[in-house]
C-alpha cells in the first residue's frame, strides 16, 4: 500500500482545487512544489501590509455562476473591478476600448459618431483579404490610430519581434464597446479574495501535506514510488525529458519598488504602449484591496526572453509548438498512473476560471 492516494506535482491553483476535493473524498495527498511558497503564479507577498502580486496582476473573473460559488463558499472576495489605464506618450487612455476611449482618441461623444469614425479608419485596409500578419489583421479590425496608438507597441514588446513578423491569428478580432463602462472583464462576477489570493489557497490545501524547496525531478524515482497516482501539473515537455523537442513560452520580469508616498498612480494597472518603453505596465498593489497604507508597492513588468531557469508564462501556440505539444499529449494519453493538468501540462494560457472548472472536470472523471 502506497503512503499517499495522490502525488500532486505543483502547489498552484489547478493542484490546489485537485487536492482539495481529493481531500474531502478521503483520499491522502501529498503537494510538493520546488519554490519556496505555495500558490504558483498567484502567490501574493505581504510587503508593509500590502498584498503583492508576485507574479504579475490576478483579477479573478468569471461569467460561470458555479466557479464564482465555489470560490466563494472557500473564501470572501472584494468587489474590486479592473479598470486599466493605456499610456502613450504621456496621454493615459481607458481600456477596454469604450466611449472613453474614443472620445479621448477622436473626440467623439455618441456611438454613432465612434462608429462612423471606426468605420473611416478601416476602410483604407479593407482592400486586405487575407491579412499576412498581424499588422495587417489589426488595420484591417481597427484602423490606424487605435493600432499605432494602443496595439502596436505594447504587442511588439509582449512578443519581442515586430508586429509584421508575428501571424495574424494572434488578434482574431478587436472587441469595441460603445458605452462608457471601464469595466475590462466582461463576466458577471469579478473580485480578488479578501487577504489575497494566499487565504484561498490555504484553504484549498487544508488537509493536504505540502512540502515545497522539493523538485520533483531532484528525486524522480522515489516521488514516483510514494503515491499511487500522480498529478503533474509542470511542463510537459520536461516531463518527457524534451524527447518530442522543447515547448516555447515568452517570460517576464519584475522590478519592485516600495515607495515613500500613499498612491503612485491612482490605479492598479497603467499598460504602457510605446515601443520605446521598456515594460508593458506598472501594477501598484494597494487598489487590488482599496488600500490605506501611508506607503505603496509597485510593480515595473517586462517581457522577457524565456530559456531555462526563467519562468514560463506565455505558450507561442505556433504550428511548429502545437505540433510538438500534439506529440506530448499523445504520450500523456498512454500513461496509467500519472494524470496531467494546469496551464503548463496542458501548454495553454487560462484563466483563473478556467483553470479551476479544468480541475474540477479532472476531478469528476478521476475522484469516482
Given at each position: 500500500?502506497?503512503?499517499?492516494?495522490?502525488?500532486?506535482?505543483?502547489?498552484?491553483?489547478?493542484?490546489?482545487?485537485?487536492?482539495?476535493?481529493?481531500?474531502?473524498?478521503?483520499?491522502?495527498?501529498?503537494?510538493?512544489?520546488?519554490?519556496?511558497?505555495?500558490?504558483?503564479?498567484?502567490?501574493?507577498?505581504?510587503?508593509?501590509?500590502?498584498?503583492v502580486h508576485k507574479y504579475g496582476a490576478h483579477i479573478f473573473h468569471t461569467d460561470k455562476k458555479e466557479?464564482?460559488?465555489?470560490?466563494?463558499?472557500?473564501?470572501?472576495?472584494?468587489?474590486?473591478?479592473?479598470?486599466?489605464?493605456?499610456?502613450?506618450?504621456?496621454?493615459?487612455?481607458?481600456?477596454?476600448?469604450?466611449?472613453?476611449?474614443?472620445?479621448?482618441?477622436?473626440?467623439?461623444?455618441?456611438?454613432a459618431e465612434a462608429k462612423a469614425k471606426i468605420e473611416e479608419q478601416r476602410s483604407c485596409y479593407q482592400?486586405?483579404?487575407?491579412?499576412?500578419?498581424?499588422?495587417?489583421?489589426?488595420?484591417?479590425?481597427?484602423?490606424?490610430?487605435?493600432?499605432?496608438?494602443?496595439?502596436?507597441?505594447?504587442?511588439?514588446?509582449?512578443?519581442?519581434?515586430?508586429?509584421?513578423?508575428?501571424?495574424?491569428?494572434?488578434?482574431?478580432?478587436?472587441?469595441?464597446?460603445?458605452?462608457?463602462?471601464?469595466?475590462?472583464?466582461?463576466?458577471?462576477?469579478?473580485?480578488?479574495?479578501?487577504?489575497?489570493?494566499?487565504?484561498?489557497?490555504?484553504?484549498?490545501?487544508?488537509?493536504?501535506?505540502?512540502?515545497?524547496?522539493?523538485?520533483?525531478?531532484?528525486?524522480?524515482?522515489?516521488?514516483?514510488?510514494?503515491?499511487?497516482?500522480?498529478?503533474?501539473?509542470?511542463?510537459?515537455?520536461?516531463?518527457?525529458?524534451?524527447?518530442?523537442?522543447?515547448?516555447?513560452?515568452?517570460?517576464?520580469?519584475?522590478?519592485?519598488?516600495?515607495?515613500?508616498?500613499?498612491?503612485?498612480?491612482?490605479?492598479?494597472?497603467?499598460?504602457?504602449?510605446?515601443?520605446?518603453?521598456?515594460?508593458?505596465?506598472?501594477?501598484?498593489?494597494?487598489?487590488?484591496?482599496?488600500?490605506?497604507?501611508?506607503?505603496?508597492?509597485?510593480?515595473?513588468?517586462?517581457?522577457?526572453?524565456?530559456?531555462?531557469?526563467?519562468?514560463?508564462?506565455?505558450?507561442?501556440?505556433?504550428?511548429?509548438?502545437?505540433?510538438?505539444?500534439?506529440?506530448?499529449?499523445?504520450?500523456?494519453?498512454?500513461?496509467?498512473?500519472?494524470?496531467?493538468?494546469?496551464?503548463?501540462?496542458?501548454?495553454?494560457?487560462?484563466?483563473?476560471?478556467?483553470?479551476?472548472?479544468?480541475?474540477?472536470?479532472?476531478?469528476?472523471?478521476?475522484?469516482?
Open positions: 500500500m502506497k503512503e499517499y492516494d495522490y502525488l500532486i506535482v505543483g502547489a498552484g491553483l489547478f493542484g490546489a482545487v485537485f487536492a482539495h476535493e481529493a481531500t474531502k473524498l478521503g483520499k491522502r495527498c501529498l503537494v510538493i512544489d520546488k519554490r519556496k511558497h505555495r500558490g504558483g503564479n498567484v502567490y501574493c507577498e505581504d510587503v508593509a501590509g500590502i498584498h466557479i464564482w460559488d465555489y470560490v466563494n463558499q472557500l473564501v470572501e472576495f472584494n468587489r474590486f473591478t479592473n479598470s486599466p489605464l493605456a499610456c502613450y506618450e504621456g496621454r493615459l487612455y481607458n481600456l477596454p476600448f469604450n466611449m472613453n476611449t474614443f472620445y479621448q482618441l477622436w473626440g467623439v461623444r455618441t456611438p482592400s486586405v483579404t487575407e491579412p499576412a500578419n498581424l499588422e495587417e489583421q489589426a488595420l484591417k479590425l481597427c484602423g490606424k490610430d487605435i493600432y499605432r496608438i494602443l496595439i502596436k507597441g505594447y504587442t511588439e514588446k509582449q512578443w519581442g519581434r515586430s508586429a509584421t513578423e508575428l501571424p495574424a491569428f494572434i488578434i482574431r478580432r478587436v472587441p469595441f464597446r460603445f458605452v462608457f463602462d471601464n469595466n475590462y472583464f466582461n463576466d458577471a462576477y469579478q473580485g480578488i479574495p479578501k487577504g489575497g489570493y494566499n487565504v484561498l489557497i490555504d484553504k484549498l490545501l487544508e488537509g493536504s501535506d505540502v512540502r515545497l524547496e522539493t523538485d520533483y525531478f531532484e528525486n524522480r524515482s522515489y516521488w514516483d514510488e510514494i503515491a499511487g497516482k500522480i498529478l503533474f501539473t509542470g511542463c510537459i515537455d520536461e516531463f518527457y525529458g524534451f524527447r518530442c523537442g522543447s515547448l516555447e513560452y515568452r517570460s517576464l520580469r519584475f522590478e519592485q519598488q516600495l515607495l515613500e508616498m500613499e498612491d503612485f498612480q491612482g490605479n492598479a494597472v497603467v499598460n504602457y504602449t510605446e515601443r520605446e518603453i521598456p515594460y508593458t505596465r506598472i501594477i501598484e498593489h494597494k487598489h487590488f484591496e482599496f488600500g490605506k497604507q501611508p506607503v505603496t508597492v509597485i510593480t515595473y513588468e517586462y517581457p522577457d526572453n524565456f530559456e531555462p531557469g526563467k519562468e514560463p508564462y506565455y505558450p507561442v501556440n505556433d504550428a511548429r509548438n502545437s505540433q510538438i505539444y500534439q506529440d506530448y499529449q499523445a504520450l500523456a494519453q498512454k500513461e496509467q498512473r500519472v494524470l496531467f493538468g494546469g496551464r503548463l501540462a496542458q501548454y495553454t494560457y487560462a484563466d483563473m476560471d478556467d483553470t479551476i472548472e479544468a480541475a474540477l472536470e479532472l476531478c469528476k472523471h478521476e475522484l469516482k
